[in-house]
């Protein structure tokens, strides 16, 4: 008996824990709409989607550290389009069936809670609308804001969360002339239709909140409020803790800030003079460098491929390369065994499963054990290219074709890790201090492309083909040197697979491809980063957002 009671017990504690579980109220969707005004001034509109139970008697919004703005025009209104009595100074002591369609304020020593009844439970929708003087402020060289739209620590948090910010008299924002930023929470911030849109990929926790900061042309508003600083000085608090870039301000911004620096003539004609500075660095750093140049057989800087890229990256001008050292570490991998090309029996997936369709036999590449055994195979970037292969391969450490592709359509960051340390940089000054290391790439380089110069080619050379092929493809010149090699030594094909791999046209190649659209694919998420953090729109910062206004901690239920 005792037994069957101490079961009921619990049966009947889990249903009450069910039941109290269910009855909770959930905040389904938050819509905060900001209309900006002419005059810096924004009527906000909160438009909240909730299952209401029988906890609580009130709503509540907080507003704090508004920095001199004030807020006004305070309404409500439910689904049913009632519109709610403004009783001024709200009671929160009062009953919930007081407080029914009923709203107010609390005035507090750092800001606001603006307040109105539960009323009845079920699914209900609330619409709140105030105004904040002075939003937007003057900068000298933009106007805009830093603003917590939704704060931390509501009760309940929203499931889903948009701030959508307009431009005045209904006019659409331009996109020269907005750059935005977000912060506090998982999601994104873009220019959609004209309007600044920020909204959540997830649920908010208690600790997320969500931060906009807009930064406008003159002309686009007329703030009253002036601040005495540039636009930066917002920008720079609001960046620290968080992922957007620190990139240095350029020389044209500068002058911009601090015009008195230099004289007029100086601001339209230096950078062109800094850029023909550069240029002619660049052409006397190239021209020394092959001066007398012979040639040379061992690999440059101990067999280092991302210092070999830098020296010929130094002496050129434009775009740098830093695909073709991504492919000749590929082939490196392969040279020293870390990775094997074998035949595997597909099992096929998808579509062709359903179909029925047979698998087939296709190359694939296979992980093998990375031995670090010289400085050329101990790189860092190596180590994360092979770590990338190995992740991509999964459990079973076979690489079939496209998994790769695939892989690293789902891990953008960690190729955006693997690209900034693949872009080891050197300068043309760093480069006139090493310049004998630096003419032995040339010297290398020039020795690949002489290779059917030389008439004779010893056994130790021979051994050396399979860097050779590395640094062919470092340089862009593997097809026609993996062709010289075989009229001088067809024997070579039994003595490496890689170049037997490559002359067959077998899957090696396709790895290389698959590596350099890796390549691109980082290439693009960096400079997507880059505008990202330049205002163009993206995703959000988890972190900063310091230096906002309004916003605080609380508000939901009570």
Same mark, same amino acid.
């Given at each position: 008996m005792c037994s069957r009671s101490k079961l009921l017990t619990a049966a009947l504690l889990w249903m009450v824990g069910t039941i109290s579980l269910w009855a909770q109220s959930y905040l389904n969707k938050l819509n905060v709409d900001v209309e900006l005004q002419e005059n810096g001034d924004a009527i906000i509109t909160e438009t909240r989607r909730m299952d209401i139970d029988t906890d609580g008697s009130e709503l509540y919004i907080v507003i704090g550290n508004l920095n001199g703005s004030k807020v006004t025009d305070f309404s409500v209104s439910d689904e049913s389009g009632k519109e709610y009595v403004n009783v001024g100074d709200w009671n929160s002591s009062l009953s919930r069936t007081e407080k029914t369609e009923k709203c107010g304020i609390i005035r507090k020593s750092d800001g606001y809670e603006l307040c109105w009844g539960l009323g009845m439970e079920g699914e209900r929708i609330y619409t709140a609308q105030y105004r904040v003087t002075d939003l937007v402020r003057a900068y000298n060289d933009y106007d805009g804001f830093n603003y917590m739209f939704v704060t931390r620590n509501m009760n309940p948090s929203p499931e889903q969360a948009t701030v959508t910010i307009k431009a005045p008299n209904g006019e659409l924002f331009e996109e020269e002339k907005v750059r935005m930023w977000s912060f506090g929470y998982e999601g994104e911030i873009n220019l959609e239709a004209g309007e600044v849109?920020?909204?959540?990929?997830?649920?908010? %926790?208690? %600790?997320?909140?969500?931060?906009?900061?807009?930064?406008?042309?003159?002309?686009?508003?007329?703030?009253?409020?002036?601040? %005495?600083?540039?636009? /930066?000085?917002?920008?720079?608090?609001?960046?620290?803790?968080?992922?957007?870039?620190?990139?240095?301000k350029s020389f044209i911004q500068t002058l911009k800030d601090e015009p008195s620096m230099l004289i007029p003539i100086a601001i339209l004609f230096l950078p062109i003079l800094l850029i023909l500075y550069s240029?002619?660095?660049?052409?006397?750093?190239?021209?020394?460098?092959?001066? %007398?140049?012979?040639?040379?057989?061992?690999?440059?800087?101990?067999?280092n491929l991302q210092?070999?890229?830098a020296v010929l990256n130094a002496c050129k001008y434009g775009k740098k390369n830093y695909r073709n050292v991504v492919s000749?570490?590929?082939?490196?991998?392969?040279? #020293?065994?870390?990775?094997?090309?074998? /035949?595997?029996?597909?099992?096929?997936?998808?579509?062709?499963?359903?179909?029925?369709?047979?698998?087939?036999?296709?190359?694939?590449?296979? #992980?093998?054990?990375?031995?670090?055994?010289?400085?050329?195979?101990n790189t860092r970037m190596l180590k994360m290219l092979y770590e990338l292969f190995v992740d991509a391969a999964g459990s079973d450490g076979i690489l079939q074709p496209k998994e790769f592709k695939h892989f690293i359509k789902r891990n953008t960051d960690r190729l955006i890790d693997f690209m900034k340390e693949v872009k080891y940089k050197m300068s043309v000054k760093d480069c006139r201090k090493d310049m004998e290391r630096v003419r032995q790439v040339f010297g290398l380089k020039k020795y690949l492309e002489d290779f059917t110069l030389a008439n004779e080619r010893s056994m130790s050379e021979v051994s050396l083909w399979g860097e050779y092929l590395v640094y062919a493809e470092l340089f862009g010149c593997a097809d026609k040197i993996r062709e010289e090699m075989f009229k001088l030594n067809p024997e070579f094909l039994k003595m490496d697979k890689m170049y037997e791999a490559l002359f067959n046209n077998d899957v090696v190649p396709e790895t290389l491809l698959i590596a350099a659209y890796g390549a691109r694919s980082a290439e693009r998420a960096i400079s997507r980063q880059e505008m990202r953090s330049s205002g163009f729109g993206g995703s959000s910062s988890i972190g900063g957002g310091g230096g906002f206004s309004g916003g605080g901690s609380g508000g939901g239920i009570r």
């Open positions: 849109v920020a909204r959540t990929n997830t649920s908010l %926790d208690t %600790d997320n909140s969500m931060i906009v900061m807009l930064q406008l042309e003159k002309g686009v508003v007329n703030p009253q409020i002036k601040v %005495d600083a540039p636009f /930066e000085t917002l920008k720079d608090k609001a960046f620290e803790g968080s992922d957007y870039g620190t990139e240095d240029y002619n660095r660049i052409r006397k750093l190239k021209k020394d460098a092959k001066k %007398d140049l012979l040639w040379y057989r061992d690999p440059p800087y101990d067999g210092k070999a890229n000749a570490s590929v082939l490196r991998l392969i040279r #020293i065994g870390a990775l094997g090309v074998e /035949e595997h029996y597909i099992e096929p997936t998808g579509l062709s499963k359903m179909l029925g369709r047979q698998g087939e036999t296709k190359k694939c590449i296979v #992980i093998h054990p990375l031995v670090q055994n010289d400085q050329a195979t």
